[in-house]
């Protein structure tokens, strides 16, 4: 796995410190997604069925009753992230969750999108008081969470709905402290089982106490 050039030069960019370090996710992490993204389909003439783990495939028109393509997908959530300001809202108790956290680390958003949408979710996040500093990335984020880290051997928690990106960090980062946290649970019956390493949270007070025991905040 090889690190994403664009996000490598936003990394580049920060004050690193050496303090410990928290990676979160965005998107049903500290936004919801799962919540308002059917609504925003429906206003586009689509509807989302979850009969299975994942946008695709499960996406249909609801002119044709057919379920779209996944470049059709792609295209829709692109156009969602458009105008994510409009829809998409704070996870229920992670504004003060994250707050508390911060006062004893670093704080990293680091969200799987097009670059292109940066600076549209920049706006989104300020607007909401969480101004930490945000990186994209277009590929895996194992290797961009170890340069995040830098040569300090400081302590890491990662943050993420997706299991894949959670895997990527615990190959490339293998101490890392890993949780997986929706802040839908109501498709985690449709996920498979969690992958060994990771921890499951429920909800943000619950991530909140236990980032804090493993990285003795």
Known sequence: MTIDPETARQIDELSLSNDPLIVLDVDDVILEFIRPFPEYLRTRGFELKLESFGLNGNVTD??????????????????????????????????????????ASQVVLHTAMPHRYRQTRRTLLDQLDMRYPLLTTERAKGPAIKRLRGDHPRPVAFVDDMYYNLVSVRDTVVDAHLFHLMADNSVRALMPPIPQGITAVEHWKEAGEKIARSLKL
């Open 62 to 103: 609801l002119s044709s009753g057919q379920r779209v393509d996944n470049e059709t997908v792609a295209q829709l959530v692109d156009a969602f992230f458009e105008v994510q300001h409009d829809w998409q809202k704070l996870a229920e108790d992670a504004s003060e969750t994250i707050a508390r956290l911060s006062r």
